[in-house]
């Protein structure tokens, strides 16, 4: 990923996620505030707060598959980076 250990350590007490409360905010369908919750826990870019979201939300897509209230093909419709 490009943030070795971070993540360990950051986490919202559900798993890995990289920043607290990233993992509610992905859910909501909040990508915006997603990114910039990231941005400022990790210290990284917008392109690696990208890259971390991504990662996070297809470990959410596995694992709290029920959690979400949009469908993968709706959930990025309208968002372009």
């Known amino acids: 990923m490009g ?7 950051l986490t919202d007490g559900r798993g890995s996620a990289p920043a607290p409360g990233v993992d509610r905010e992905i859910l909501e369908h909040r990508i915006i505030s997603a ?3 990231i941005r400022e826990a990790l210290g990284c870019t917008l392109h690696q707060a990208l890259d971390v979201f991504a ?8 694992d709290r598959r029920d959690d ?8 990025g419709r309208g968002f372009h980076s």
């Open 3 to 9: 943030f070795p250990g971070v993540r360990g350590v």
């Open 35 to 37: 990114l910039a919750t």
């Open 55 to 62: 990662e996070r939300y297809e470990e959410l897509r596995r």
């Open 68 to 75: 979400f209230a949009l469908g993968r093909d709706e959930y």
